[in-house]
């Protein structure tokens, strides 16, 4: 009788994970005024209606601030954070469902 060795390799189905990473958040602006914030959305029902009553708060507490209102995907792109931030002092990012 032939005995042979038989070598078997166990796989993970889900592969190698990479992890990322961690990044902090950027500092808080202490004050907005004369800062031009950029509201992006992604279009969703009820975000206009969000930005127009977020857009009045600002502007009675900091009337010298600015606001821009941008739109796109879901989730921003990386050219579209990218170019916000050349524009934009801070912005918020806000969806809707």
Request: proline letters at 4%; glycine letters at 8%.
């Amino acid at each position: 009788m032939n005995q042979e060795k038989i070598e078997l390799r166990v796989l993970n189905p889900r592969g190698e994970i990479e992890a990322k990473v961690a990044s902090s958040p950027s500092p808080r602006i202490a004050d907005l005024s004369g800062k031009r914030i950029g509201l992006y959305s992604n279009m969703k029902q009820g975000m206009d209606n969000f930005y127009t009553v977020f857009e009045e708060i600002m502007k009675k507490k900091y009337p010298e601030a600015t606001a821009m209102k941008v739109s796109g995907a879901f989730l921003i792109r990386d050219e579209d954070a990218e170019a916000m931030a050349k524009e934009a002092d801070a912005f918020v990012y806000g969806v809707g469902d």
